[in-house]
């Protein structure tokens, strides 16, 4: 019974921190949906906002507004984006953008680590990483409160976006945008406020992660990395699919805490790092569309 | 600034260049009055939707871009215009191919097409209403993916999503491009009425000469970029060249239009096919 117990822990611990991955991955599917483009700077992006954020905080002002003031600066950096590296590359191939998208992620690396320094910080949100005790009367269960928080705060944004994208006009906009860009553009449909839309949505989703991330870890260059798992999540759930994001984050989150905690031991621990990837690997191999990858539309 | 000048549009010598160096038109004018269909008739290549997008200023984003004469539609120069400002100018070119969002509903394409309106949800429920009582299929089908409808109801919804923008001329590429016959009337058919009872001043550019020219007030026949003749669609439809040529009747008879074509064009072909949906 016991076994039992750990085990849903386990899975538990697994499925909170999924959320995240789920969270990161749907900034990648948002860019991905708007212009046909893996977002390769988004590692750079969760890193560059959180570290501005904990800047921010550092000259005094308050979590809230410190907060704000990230997003703000999210969607300059979104702006700026748009016009100095998608907007000029209009209309260039898909992998012109993907080398535009990476030399991006070293530039944001780069100005963070210029603008805030390169020490490794503290981030206290106010949520210890210790078992809530309310969980452990009901069910017997050790859910730590930051893993909860960080699931929480993750599925609401997603929940958020999602809302977003299917009932708002600006949502239809991106989904048209998403679909054929030339269409879209020919019906009046302003594609640079689109992907104003998108990098600012992204550039937030960003914060978030690396927030809580960062609350866990500390706010260092190795978050760059944490947020490049979302890669096999999208292989697992499909590039396109904001469902998908959602159920490959859980996936692998679940995934690697199981292996982790049960086969882990065998390989000397650590395979968290690269256990998505090889489950990724099967994923190429056998379901290369991923779990929900659009099927493509064709009629002729 | 709207202005009341007969021509809505009006096009003066405009050459236009792909990539800088590839010239797609050499001179080219033409002028759609007000509330007329005009007809942009010639084969492949021959440059009716580089003039359309030259027109609706979807040329830059094809790395186009008009190197001499101008644009003129309702009083003003297009030139430093973009598609969205055009949209909002009342000017809306439906593309060559359809276009419609697969993914998203019949409704759903629908509706995209106001969004350069601001309408409240009682005045888009009224317009929806209004474009389906040109577009009966479309009611039927709305709740569809866009994607698995046939070629006909496509091509009925990239004319509808136009048409919820609200212009006050639409740019037509090839609408009876793969359809039945019988599609094809049915379509030409309710941009007639749209033309009569909207108002709606229509540049109109086909391959399918006679359909075309009998559903229009007047015509332009271009080949590689330049036009070679124009007169009233009457006149042209009893012209002998563009009834050899392009209606496929010879004074031997009757001739299958594509064979008319073929000689000329077949030189063209090859690098064009290769065009998607
Ligand atoms: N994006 C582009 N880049 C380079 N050249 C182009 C481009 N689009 C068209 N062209 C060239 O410009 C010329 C005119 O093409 P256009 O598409 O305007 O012809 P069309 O009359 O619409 O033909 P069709 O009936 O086949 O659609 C052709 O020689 C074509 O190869
Ligand atoms: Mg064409």
Redesign the interface.
Same mark, same amino acid.
């Given at each position: 019974m016991t076994e039992l117990l750990f085990f849903v822990e386990v899975v538990v611990a697994g499925l909170l921190a999924g959320t995240m991955y789920s969270l990161v991955a749907l900034g990648f599917v948002l860019i991905y949906k708007a212009s046909s483009t893996f977002n390769f700077a988004q590692g750079a992006m969760v890193f560059f906002a959180v570290l501005a954020f904990v800047g921010f905080m550092e000259l005094g002002l308050p979590f809230f507004l410190a907060f704000i003031v990230t997003i703000l600066l999210m969607g300059l950096v979104g702006f700026c984006t748009e016009r100095l590296v998608l907007k000029p590359l209009m209309n260039q191939s898909e992998d012109t953008l993907l080398m535009a998208t990476i030399g991006l992620g070293f530039v944001l690396e780069g100005l963070a680590q210029a603008a805030w320094g390169v020490e490794v910080r503290r981030l206290d949100l106010g949520i210890g990483d210790f078992p809530i005790q309310w969980i452990i009367d009901t069910f017997g269960l050790f859910v730590s409160a930051l893993d909860l928080t960080a699931g929480l705060v993750a599925a609401s944004l997603i929940l958020g976006l999602s809302i977003l994208f299917k009932y708002t006009k600006m949502g239809l906009g991106l989904r048209a945008v998403a679909d054929d860009p030339g269409a879209a553009s020919s019906i009046g449909i302003p594609l640079n406020n689109i992907m104003l839309l998108v990098w600012t949505a992204a550039g937030v989703v960003a914060l978030v992660a690396g927030m809580m991330w960062g609350a866990r870890a500390g706010v260092q260059f190795a978050l760059v990395d944490l947020a490049l798992k979302a890669l096999p999540v999208l292989i697992i759930g499909g590039f396109s699919s904001i469902p998908g994001a959602i159920v490959g984050g859980l996936i692998i989150g679940a995934t690697e805490k199981v292996l982790e905690v049960y086969i882990g031991p065998y390989f000397g621990g650590a395979i968290e790092g690269w256990a998505p990837y090889v489950l990724a690997i099967f994923f190429l191999l056998y379901r290369p569309e991923g779990l929900f990858g659009e099927k493509i539309i064709r009629r002729v | 600034m709207t202005n009341n000048s007969k021509d809505i549009l009006k096009i003066e010598n405009i050459e236009v260049m792909y990539d800088s160096v590839i010239s797609a038109l050499h001179d080219v004018s033409l002028s759609v009055p007000r509330g007329k269909i005009v007809a942009l008739l010639g084969g492949n290549g021959a440059g009716k939707s580089t003039t359309l997008k030259a027109i #609706?200023t %979807?040329l830059a #984003?094809?790395?186009g871009k008009v190197t001499k004469g101008k644009i003129i539609y309702d009083g003003t120069s297009v030139t430093n215009q973009n598609? =969205?400002e %055009?949209? @909002?100018l009342g000017m809306?070119?439906?593309?060559e191919g359809r276009?419609? *969002? !697969?993914?998203?509903t019949v409704e759903?394409n629908i509706? =995209?097409?106001a969004? #350069?309106r601001k309408l409240t949800n009682s005045e888009m429920k009224d317009e929806l209403d209004k474009i389906y009582s040109y577009f009966n299929r479309l009611k039927d089908r709305r709740k569809s993916?866009a @994607? *698995?409808t046939s @070629?006909g109801e496509?091509q009925m919804l990239a004319v509808a999503?136009?048409m %919820?923008?609200k212009p006050k001329m639409l740019l037509l590429d090839e609408p009876s491009m !793969?359809l039945a016959p019988q599609l094809v009337s049915e379509i030409f058919k309710i941009v007639k009425d749209l033309n009569e009872k909207e108002g709606v001043s229509i540049l109109l550019a086909e391959q399918n000469t006679n359909i075309a020219l009998k559903n229009s007030d007047y015509g332009y026949i271009i080949e590689t970029g330049n036009v070679k003749l124009h007169g009233t669609a009457e006149k042209l439809l009893n012209n002998d060249e563009v009834k050899e040529l392009y209606l496929g009747i010879s004074k031997q008879g009757r001739k299958n239009f594509r064979d008319a074509l073929r000689d000329e064009v077949n030189h063209k072909k090859e690098n064009k096919f290769s065009k998607t949906?």
């Open positions: - | #609706s %979807m #984003s094809e790395r598609p =969205t %055009m949209v @909002g809306v070119q439906v593309l276009r419609c *969002f !697969g993914h998203l759903e509706i =995209t097409g969004y #350069s993916q @994607g *698995f @070629g496509q999503r136009a %919820m923008a !793969g949906n």
